[in-house]
C-alpha cells in the first residue's frame, strides 16, 4: 500500500508560521508586480515543501481474519426445559458454518451465573472475553440465550464496539410455569405461638387455582386451595426451640417449564421467651451453688430454687411467726404449674413425705408429654429414701443396688459417649486417663434402659441419658460435679458438661443424638449426619430441578458423618435421611435466575436492532426443529439480518510485515528545484526591469 508521508524538519507551528508569512509575501507581491511573482511564490512553496519532508511510504501489509464472538449462555435459566439442548444444537451449527468462512475467526465465549446474585451477565463476559482484540477487527457478535440478561447496556454507545450484534433466543413461546412467592415470612417465633407467613402463586398458562402443601421440618401439617395470582396466608404454629423449617410447596402444572420455583422455605428460629427450670434441693450442699451459678449464669433461664430444710420429721414446734423460710408450694409447683417448666432438676432429693405419690404422678405424665427431669444423685439415692422408690420410678432409667462406692477415680467417656453430642470432645476427654481432677463418690445402679455416656468407679454408670415418650430423664449417679467447679486436682469442664446437659433435656437441636444438617461455602454444600449408630446411610440430595443424587458419608469423628458436594444449580437443595430432612440454599434465596424463566425476546431487542443485528427463536412453538439462520458477509448498509440470514460487516485489518520509505524533497533532486526555481526567478524579474 502506498501513501505520502510528511515529516517535518521544523515544528509543525514553525512551519504554519513560515507558510503564514510566504502567503503574504505572495499576495503583496502579485499586487505589485503582477504575475512575474507567481515565480517567488513558487520558489517559496517550494521550500515550504522541503520543509515539509514530504516521502511516499509503501507498507507491507497481510491481511487478518475477522473476530466473530459468540457468547454461550451457561447460567441457571439455560439449564431449564430442553434450552440447554438447543444450545448445544446452534453451537454445533455455528462452529460448522463458520468452518466454510476463511477469512473469519469464531470466538466462543463460556458465559456461567455471576457471583452472588449477579444473575446472567452475557456483556461482562463479552468484554472479557474480547479483552484482548482490538475493536476494528470485530465483525460481530452473536448471543445465544433463553434472553434472561441482567447486565443490557441503556444504549447502543455503551458497548463499545461498532459491529451487528445478533441474539439466537433458546425456549419456546408457549412455555407454562407456576412459582411461589414469599411476600411476609418471619424470622424468629415464641415456641408454642403462631406465626403467619404470606405467599402469592404466579402461573402462565395454569388454572386459575393451584394446591398448596405445608410442612414443618419434613411432615405435612396442612393442604390448602388457593387461587393463583392472589395473596394468602398460613398460620404456622412454633414447635420447638432452633430452627422450625416451614416448607410451602404448590402443586406443578402438566409439561411445566420447571418445578425448581414450585417450593418455598422458610426457617423461624424458635425462641423460648424465658427457660422455666425448677431446682430442688433436698438438702443443703456442696454442688447446690454449682448448679445455681450455671442457671443463673444464663440470662434466658427462670430459675425457681427451693432448698429443703425442715423435714416434717425435724418438726420441733417453732411458731410460724417465727420462721425466716418459707414454706414450700407444693401443691402450686407440682400440681397448678408443672407445665409451665421446661427442667425440673431433683439436686440429692429423698423422699421425705414432702410430695405427695400423686404428685410424683404429675411428674411422671409432665415427661411423658414432652418436659424434662434431671435427678442428680447422692447417698439417698440409694437408701430407703430413694426416689426409685418413689411413682417416679417407671421413668428413672437406673435402680439403685444399695452400694456407694467412695474412691478416686477419673470420670470416662464411654464408647456410647463417644457419639452423643452432650459428651462427644469434652474438653480433656482426649487423653486417656482424661485431663481432669478426680470425684470421690459413686452411687452403684442397675441401669436397665437409656444410654450410659459416662462411667466411674469400676466402671460403674455415671451418667445415664434417656427418652421417654416425648420428654427427656437424665440420672447423674454422683453428687461430686462441683468438685471440678472448685478446681480440685486442676478441676475440669463442669460448665461444658452440665451446660450441654441441661440443653439436652430441653431439646437444643444442636444436640439432638440423631440430625441431618446442611450449610453451604459459595458453591459447596457440606452436609453433617449425627447419628449413635457405628454407620450412616447416603443421603439423597435434592437439586432445585429436581435431579437426586446419593450422597455417601464418611465418619469424621464418633458419631458424625460428613460429605462435601459441589453443586451446579443455583437454589434451594434438600437433602434427606430417612425421616430426617435439611435445607440449604446456594447462592440467595431467591436468586435472580429463578424469578422470571420465561425465554424473552424483547429484552434484547432494543440494543441489537440498534447496531443494525437481529434477534430471533432458534425453536418455533411445536416444532421440534432447531433453525440457524445463514451467516454472510455485508460489506455496506446499516442492516445485517434477512428472513434467514445473519450479517457480519468485513473489516480492513491487516498486520504490517514492512516499511519503504522514499523522501521527496531531500537529496539532488531537492537541490535542483530550489536552485531551479531561484534561478528562473531572478533571470525572468532581471529582463522585467530592462
Not at 156 to 166: C, D, M, R, Y
Not at 283 to 302: C, H, I, Q
Not at 416 to 425: E, F, I, L, Q
Amino acid at each position: 500500500m502506498l501513501s505520502l508521508n510528511f515529516t517535518p524538519l521544523v515544528p509543525t507551528p514553525v512551519l504554519w508560521a513560515v507558510g503564514a508569512v510566504a502567503l503574504v509575501l505572495c499576495i503583496l507581491a502579485l499586487i505589485s508586480r503582477g504575475p512575474v511573482a507567481l515565480l517567488r511564490a513558487l520558489a517559496l512553496a517550494l521550500v515550504l515543501l522541503a520543509l515539509a519532508n514530504p516521502s511516499l511510504v509503501q507498507e507491507e501489509r497481510e491481511k487478518v481474519k475477522d473476530i466473530v464472538a459468540v457468547v454461550v449462555d451457561h447460567t441457571t435459566s439455560q439449564t431449564l426445559g430442553d434450552r440447554q439442548a438447543m444450545t448445544d444444537k446452534v453451537r454445533a451449527e455455528l462452529e460448522r458454518r463458520f468452518g466454510s468462512l476463511n477469512d473469519v475467526e469464531p470466538r466462543y465465549i463460556e458465559a456461567t451465573d455471576g457471583s452472588g446474585d449477579d444473575g446472567t451477565r452475557l456483556f461482562a463476559a463479552l468484554s472479557n472475553g474480547l479483552a484482548d482484540v482490538p475493536p476494528d477487527r470485530l465483525a460481530g457478535v452473536i448471543f445465544v440465550t433463553d434472553g434472561v440478561v441482567h447486565d443490557i447496556p441503556p444504549n447502543v454507545e455503551s458497548l463499545g464496539f461498532k459491529a451487528p450484534l445478533h441474539v439466537l433466543v433458546t425456549g419456546r413461546p408457549d412455555e407454562r410455569d407456576r412459582q411461589i412467592k414469599l411476600l411476609e415470612a418471619p424470622r424468629f417465633g415464641i415456641v408454642g405461638k403462631d406465626q403467619t407467613i404470606r405467599a402469592v402463586v404466579m402461573e402462565r398458562g395454569g388454572t386459575g387455582s393451584a394446591t398448596v402443601t405445608v410442612r414443618r421440618d419434613g411432615q405435612e401439617f396442612a393442604r390448602q386451595v388457593i387461587r393463583t395470582d392472589a395473596p394468602f396466608s398460613i398460620n404456622v404454629r412454633i414447635e420447638h426451640g432452633g430452627a422450625n423449617v416451614i416448607e410451602l410447596e404448590v402443586d406443578g402444572l402438566p409439561n411445566e417449564l420447571t418445578l425448581a420455583n414450585n417450593r418455598a422455605v422458610v426457617p423461624i428460629e424458635g425462641i423460648r421467651e424465658k427457660l422455666r427450670v425448677l431446682l430442688v434441693s433436698g438438702e443443703p450442699n456442696p454442688g447446690e451453688r454449682t448448679w445455681r451459678n450455671l442457671l443463673k449464669s444464663d440470662a434466658n433461664v427462670d430459675l425457681v430454687h427451693f432448698t429443703i430444710l425442715r423435714p416434717p420429721e425435724k418438726q420441733d414446734g417453732t411458731p410460724i411467726n417465727e420462721l425466716s423460710l418459707i414454706a414450700f408450694p407444693t401443691r402450686e409447683l407440682f400440681q397448678q404449674k408443672i407445665k409451665e417448666f421446661d427442667l425440673i432438676i431433683f439436686d440429692r432429693y429423698a423422699n421425705q413425705s414432702v410430695l405427695p405419690s400423686s404428685y410424683f404422678e404429675n411428674i411422671v405424665r409432665y415427661v411423658r408429654d414432652g418436659g424434662a427431669v434431671l435427678v442428680a444423685a447422692g447417698p439417698e439415692f440409694a437408701g430407703f429414701g430413694s426416689l426409685a422408690q418413689t411413682r417416679l420410678a417407671p421413668i428413672i432409667p437406673g435402680v439403685p443396688d444399695g452400694r456407694i462406692v467412695e474412691e478416686p477415680y477419673r470420670a470416662h467417656i464411654t464408647d456410647t459417649g463417644a457419639r452423643h453430642p452432650v459428651t462427644r470432645d469434652l474438653p480433656g476427654s482426649e487423653t486417656n486417663p482424661p485431663a481432669w481432677g478426680e470425684w470421690l463418690r459413686t452411687i452403684g445402679s442397675q441401669v436397665s434402659t437409656g444410654s450410659t455416656v459416662m462411667s466411674g468407679a469400676n466402671d460403674l454408670p455415671l451418667l445415664v441419658l434417656k427418652r421417654e415418650d416425648k420428654g427427656r430423664v437424665a440420672l447423674l449417679l454422683s453428687d461430686h460435679a462441683w468438685l471440678w467447679a472448685r478446681g480440685y486436682e486442676g478441676g475440669g469442664p463442669h460448665l461444658d458438661l452440665l451446660r450441654r446437659l441441661a440443653h439436652w433435656l430441653m431439646k437444643e437441636p444442636a444436640l439432638e443424638e440423631e440430625a441431618l444438617r446442611a450449610s453451604a461455602v459459595g458453591r459447596e454444600i457440606r452436609i453433617e449426619r449425627q447419628t449413635m449408630n457405628d454407620t450412616a446411610d447416603p443421603v439423597t440430595l435434592k437439586a432445585p430441578s429436581g435431579a437426586e443424587t446419593s450422597i455417601p458419608l464418611s465418619e469424621t469423628r464418633p458419631g458424625l458423618f460428613t460429605a462435601q458436594v459441589a453443586s451446579r444449580e443455583l437454589g434451594l437443595h434438600t437433602v434427606r435421611s430417612g425421616d430426617l430432612i435439611a435445607f440449604v440454599s446456594i447462592g440467595p434465596a431467591n436468586p435472580r435466575e429463578l424469578m422470571d424463566v420465561f425465554s424473552n425476546t424483547e429484552a434484547l431487542r432494543p440494543i441489537a436492532e440498534g447496531t443494525g443485528g437481529s434477534i430471533r427463536r432458534v425453536a418455533s412453538e411445536g416444532n421440534q426443529d432447531i433453525v440457524v439462520p445463514r451467516i454472510l458477509a455485508v460489506r455496506s448498509g446499516s442492516r445485517f439480518s434477512g428472513g434467514d440470514w445473519i450479517g457480519i460487516r468485513p473489516s480492513e485489518s491487516a498486520i504490517v510485515r514492512g516499511v519503504s520509505v522514499f523522501p521527496l524533497a531531500l537529496g539532488l533532486l531537492g537541490l535542483v528545484l530550489l536552485v531551479g526555481s531561484t534561478l528562473v526567478a531572478w533571470i525572468v524579474e532581471g529582463r522585467r526591469r530592462t
